[in-house]
């Protein structure tokens, strides 16, 4: 398995909103992927999932965002999605929103933190190949998304010790930075992709939290 896909794949269930997530962050939008998540398809599938995990009010802005660009000059928004990407992910400098957890959890705010290194523990106890093409750090956030999504459908077959693996690492990674990091591309983003992105990602973690804390007080 990669633990970062190239394009959005329909999104038929949690784990693949998770792969999904992942997708967004992992690199630059291009001409298939925009395609793909402005297809009616894709829109109605985003939204159901949205109503099954009560994320109507940023789903449906994101949506109304994806749906109404016909009239856009693909290349040009492409361009300004790339710029956005590029100077909050990736530089000059550390970014304005630099997608790595060690940065958020590391007491000097530095790459290659501790976080860094359970991640990497996790990628080979899980045999999870990260894609070649991908040469960021292992605690980016397209990397742990993609984590969490791959346990969370192995969760079917491993029972109770699969829902505990991932519960801890949903704990012990992403609660644990990515509501931070999304603040940050909400306040920083230029394009209301990235903005819509960011928001809908909070609200889905902020259910899965919900949800782990209702689990740990059954």
């Given amino acids: 398995m990669n633990a970062v896909q190239d394009k959005a794949e329909p999104v038929e269930s949690r784990a693949d909103l998770y792969t999904w997530f992942s997708s967004v962050f ?10 793909i998540q402005t297809s009616p398809e894709f829109l109605d599938l985003l939204q159901a999932r949205a109503a099954e995990f009560e994320l109507a009010e940023p789903a449906e802005a994101l949506a109304d965002y994806l749906s109404n660009r016909d009239g856009d000059d693909l290349d040009e928004l492409l361009l300004d999605l790339a710029v956005d990407y ?26 290659y933190g501790e976080a860094y290194a359970d991640v990497i523990d996790t990628l080979q106890r899980e045999r999870i190949e990260v894609a070649r093409e991908f040469s960021a750090p292992a605690d980016h956030a397209a990397v742990e998304l993609a984590v969490l999504a791959h346990l969370i459908a192995r969760d079917g077959d491993a029972g109770a010790a699969g829902d505990e693996a991932e519960a801890s690492f949903l704990r012990t990674h992403l609660l644990n930075w990515l509501p931070r990091w999304c603040a940050h591309v909400d306040e920083h983003a230029r394009t209301e992709y990235y903005r819509g992105a960011a928001r809908l990602l909070l609200a889905f973690l902020d259910g899965e939290r919900r949800r782990l804390e209702g689990t740990s007080s059954a």
């Fill in 26 to 35: 992992a690199r630059e939008q291009d001409r298939e992927s925009w395609e």
């Fill in 86 to 111: 590029a100077q909050l992910f990736i530089g000059p400098g550390p970014g304005q929103a630099p997608p790595y957890e060690s940065v958020y959890t590391s007491p000097d705010g530095r790459l």
